[in-house]
């Protein structure tokens, strides 16, 4: 029965691992049937002839931009003969397996205290969908031996056993599934377990909020029963500190509004490798303590061209001022369960006042007025580093080597140029303290617009440390000289590399916020470690081709739910 085990679990780590293509897959919430309603964890994909051929296509994709034996070559059909050669007597894949194997498989938690407590002998069930009942059967009873079997045929079902009474397993056989288990209570003998997951509310919503119609894997997770153990678990260890008692005290409410979590992996436009997640999030049951999760904007693809062409990291987002109201709310309604802590720290309303006083003594222009007022648009963060200079670039050269910027959009037209103006006379006051010279402030125009230029030297920097702060009737930004020039007066931006047309394209329908990895900046880490790892070896430098394209990560949510989505694309050939 082990060996049986062994393949089985071996093909859903397959899976797992690998996401297929989305298509007219198979329908993987139909083996959720089998399993109780308040299974803890589900996870099915799918296991038809396709899968293989689109594994074995992106294995290839992925080896051809590696170097030479980087990979061993092996394809997941030699794969998969391995191991049902090794569970057969030689058989391939095909013939031993595929000749009664459906179009999908699952695994699941049935207990909470299995993921929670780590506990590996917890009860389990594998249901795997099957054409060939007698075949599947046969395949069973060639690869275990007979005598450390009980085998139970019946008019609509096959039971296997151990011979050992000791050894809590069971398989199961119908003409549509096989289901593996170590609870063998939990099998369908008596009929379809009633209600079942499929049934469950929870389950149904995690999973219809994900934004795919279809994924080559797809999971659930009673993540409110998984929370709710957590919480029990340091509620009644003993060494609990106060600090993680007041922790305790804000997280406790938010348990009504947790529910499950959906997750779905599938590739995209055949390279980008998805990972969709849900959650969700019911801000009406936390009553007073409910946070405010108002819709933004979408984030606009066309407000990246205020970035350089070529940056490696950005940020996207909308109305920067409603996200720190609505932060400094949260923080406030928070702060109400553990009012001793918050009388320490300083309620959200005097960190806001005491911020604006400063902004104030800094500028003669109020926080609301001069900032708040304006910032209700697009805004975005970007950062470039060189990495092929930092070989043979020292400690003092890092001013250098990289650039980066805040960009937020002018909504009023004039409200950026006041800001400029208020620093400018703060800024030089500030200036006047510096006593080592090191510091110098000017006015410059810097991509047609007035700007202040703060530059910085010291001994240990080759090269002056730049910052530009600077507005015009459309954006403000404060950032190093380059990246701010591309910001007030674009040319040629972000918005036309291929990378973030690609990383935009797969966000989230609505998204107020992207996140954007460049190819470049992903294919320079994993050169750097392969560097470091032959200079650690002493082995030869592996020269590597572009493996990513792009990095997008995106967020949608609302009162009931959050969802979000990672896409990671491959370099295409």
Not at 68 to 79: F, H, K, Q
Not at 287 to 310: I, K, N
Not at 337 to 366: C, D, H, I, K, Y
Not at 376 to 403: C, K, N
Request: overall charge negative.
């Amino acid at each position: 029965m082990k060996r049986l085990v062994l393949l089985i679990v071996a093909l859903l780590l397959v899976g797992a691992i690998l996401p297929v293509a989305a298509q007219s897959t198979p329908d993987l919430v139909a083996l959720a049937a089998y399993y109780p309603q308040n299974t803890a964890l589900y996870a099915a994909f799918r296991t038809d002839d396709a899968f293989v051929d689109e594994m074995d296509a992106m294995r290839a994709h992925i080896e051809a931009v590696l170097p030479a034996g980087a990979m061993d070559g092996t394809t997941l059909r030699e794969a998969l003969d391995a191991m049902a050669g090794q569970a057969s007597s030689g058989e391939t894949f095909d013939a031993a397996v595929r000749s009664w194997l459906g179009d999908s498989a699952s695994f699941g938690a049935l207990s909470m205290e299995t993921l929670v407590e780590k506990d590996d002998d917890g009860p389990f069930l594998i249901a795997i969908s099957i054409t060939d009942r007698a075949a599947a059967q046969a395949f069973f009873e060639r690869i275990a031996p007979a005598d450390q079997l009980v085998i139970d045929e019946q008019a609509g079902y096959t039971l296997i056993t151990p011979a050992n009474p000791d050894e809590s397993a069971a398989v199961y056989l119908d003409d549509q599934v096989l289901i593996l288990t170590n609870k063998p209570e939990a099998l369908p003998i008596g009929g379809m377990p009633s209600p079942s997951l499929v049934d469950n509310a929870q389950f149904q919503s995690a999973l219809a909020a994900l934004p795919e119609p279809s994924y080559g894997l797809l999971g659930y997770v009673d993540y409110h029963a998984m929370v709710e153990a957590s919480l029990s678990e340091m509620r009644d260890s003993a060494a609990m500190s106060a600090s993680m008692g007041m922790n305790m005290a804000m997280l406790e409410p938010m348990l009504d509004a947790i529910g499950g979590m959906g997750l779905g992996l599938t590739v995209l436009d055949g390279r980008s490798l998805t990972a969709d997640i849900s959650l969700g999030m019911d801000m009406s049951a936390m009553g007073d303590m409910a946070v405010d999760m108002t819709a933004f904007a979408p984030f606009d693809p066309a407000f990246a061209e205020h970035l350089p062409a070529g940056t490696q990291l950005a940020m996207q987002g909308t109305d920067l001022a409603a996200s720190i109201e609505q932060g400094l709310a949260n923080m406030a309604r928070m702060a109400e369960t553990v009012p001793e802590q918050s009388g320490r720290q300083g309620s959200p309303e005097e960190v806001l006042a005491g911020l604006n006083l400063a902004f104030r003594g800094m500028t003669g222009m109020e926080l609301d007025d001069a900032v708040l007022s304006w910032m209700t648009g697009q805004y975005a963060f970007g950062f470039s580093f060189d990495f092929d200079a930092l070989l043979q670039a020292g400690p003092e050269d890092m001013a250098r080597l990289m650039q980066f910027a805040f960009i937020a959009e002018n909504t009023t037209g004039e409200g950026a140029q006041a800001l400029v103006a208020g620093l400018q006379e703060g800024l030089a006051q500030l200036a006047t303290l510096d006593r080592s010279g090191g510091i110098t402030i000017s006015e410059e125009t810097i991509g047609g617009a007035p700007a202040i230029l703060i530059s910085v030297t010291s001994r240990g920097m080759r090269d002056p440390f730049e910052i530009v702060i600077g507005g015009n009737e459309s954006v403000f930004v404060i950032g190093t000289p380059d990246m701010a020039r591309q910001a007030l007066s674009p040319d040629g931006g972000l918005n036309g590399d291929a990378g973030y047309q690609e990383a935009a394209a797969l966000a989230l329908t609505n998204s107020p916020v992207l996140l954007y990895g460049s190819g470049d900046m992903l294919n320079a880490i994993i050169e750097l470690g392969m560097l470091g790892r032959s200079a650690y070896s002493g082995s030869q430098e592996l020269e590597v081709g572009p493996i990513f394209s792009s990095l997008g990560m995106s967020a949608v949510y609302n009162d009931v739910t959050v969802s979000t989505r990672m896409a990671l694309t491959l370099a295409s050939q």
